[in-house]
């Protein structure tokens, strides 16, 4: 059993010059607390002697029985690391950031300040309960935000995402034993599935209206890249040989306007299939530029911006190629590209390399729907086994 004992203190110097005072202090209107008789001692893991007073001996009790069973189960944490203000908690897991990009620190930053620490900045740690996260996320659903317009459920669950790493940090670092910000139901945007998968000649169409930037909208609905890498492709990336695109970067938009160039994610690193009927316009397109060379540009001939491209080239080809209605937009053509490889025959893990999805998990939590069913090629196939294994085993017996 682990060693936690109660002291009694009634008649320790002490306790007996704290209550002196107490009384004294009483009689001039002092409502201040009585000092605890009750000291429940323990050594933490560290070695280190541990106590707390109580008044009551019932409470004295609860707490050394509470504190023993973490010891013994090895969940104990120190109670006085739970009175840390979730603002000091937030500020060193902030700090400790090392692998977001700068826009998504920009955006953590944005929403610990905003809706975050106005929320939680004074409470304790340890006095988060889940009911209070509970409260807080029906708040930001029905109350407008800072900005006088009604949260999306994507910030919302963006703003609970950073409270969640915030307590995530705090149990990591032994201040909590739990989090107070799992298992709760997060509203949905209703449009997260409105997916649009354009045909063949559908695409050839916003291709044909697209004029001379068609072989840009040939890359997004077939190759299923995202705009900030499509972007940033350079030519050197392009190995028409070889029938591949590489996608090591990609540009995001800063905060106060401009693009920046970063390397994206580990698992999203990876090497696209070019179709071989897009290589003839790519091989034109790039002709003779140096490597480093950007494939697509904007009229100044550097980076195309996203709202360049959307206006001037875009929208009209959409509107053009009689798409207007589908409410189609650029990343949507991912969709596009993911429908048409599965349609091909593609499989989960082709479209997962192609996408740059953390794991095969999430391209079937998106796309698993397009997937044709194959439960009678199994059941064809496991006839065939079992035929030839009775046919073997006749033989065998003949």
């Given amino acids: 059993m682990a060693r936690v004992w109660i002291e ?29 008789r009750w000291r429940v ?3 933490g893991p560290d070695g280190k002697p541990k106590a707390l007073t109580f008044a009551k001996l019932p ?8 504190l ?5 189960k090895g969940t104990y944490r120190d109670p006085k690391q739970g009175k840390t203000l979730v603002s000091e908690v937030a500020e060193q897991w902030f700090g400790s950031l090392r692998r977001p990009g700068e826009r998504t620190k920009g955006d953590y930053r ?4 905003l809706y975050v620490l106005p929320k939680w900045g004074t409470w304790s740690v340890a006095a988060v309960r889940w009911e209070d996260v509970s409260e807080w996320l029906t708040e930001l659903c029905n109350t407008p935000g800072k900005r006088g317009r009604v949260l999306s459920p994507a910030r919302i669950g963006k703003t609970h995402l950073v409270l969640s790493m915030v307590m995530k940090y705090a149990v990591k670092t032994g201040k909590i034993t739990t989090s107070p910000t799992v298992d709760h139901e997060l509203p949905q945007d209703e449009d997260d599935d409105d997916h649009v998968y354009l045909t063949h000649a559908q695409v050839a169409d916003l291709v044909e209206a697209a004029g001379p930037n068609g072989t840009l909208l040939l890359v997004l609905a077939y190759c299923g890249i995202r705009w900030g890498e499509v972007s940033a492709l350079r030519v050197g990336r392009v190995q028409l040989d070889a029938r591949r695109l590489r996608i090591v970067q990609a540009y995001t938009r800063k905060r106060g306007g401009g693009l920046l160039l970063k390397d994206v994610k580990n698992h999203e690193k990876r090497s696209v299939p070019l179709l071989a009927s897009v290589v003839p316009d790519l091989r034109a397109l790039v002709g003779d530029r140096g490597p480093d060379r950007l494939v ?7 980076a195309l911006g996203y709202g360049e491209f959307r206006s001037s080239i875009f929208d009209p080809a959409v509107k053009a190629a009689g798409l207007a209605e589908l409410g189609l937009t650029p990343h949507k053509l991912r969709h596009t590209a993911a ?4 349609a091909a025959g593609a499989d989960v893990k082709v479209v997962q390399q192609m996408l740059g999805h953390k794991s095969a998990a999430m391209t079937l939590d998106v796309y698993g729907h397009l997937f044709p069913e194959r439960l009678d090629e199994v059941a064809d196939a496991l006839d065939i086994g079992r035929a030839s294994a009775l046919a073997a085993r006749t033989a065998l017996a003949a």
């Fill in 8 to 36: 009694d203190r009634a008649r320790q110097k002490d306790y007996l010059a704290a209550m002196e005072k107490w009384r004294e202090a009483k009689k001039a209107g002092s409502k201040r607390a009585e000092p605890g």
């Fill in 339 to 342: 429908s048409l490889a599965i």
């Fill in 68 to 72: 023993a069973e973490r010891l013994d």
């Fill in 296 to 302: 697509f540009t904007g009229q100044d001939g550097e």
């Fill in 41 to 43: 001692r323990w050594y």
């Fill in 110 to 113: 944005e929403l610990l300040d």
């Fill in 59 to 66: 409470a004295a009790e609860k707490e050394r029985q509470a």
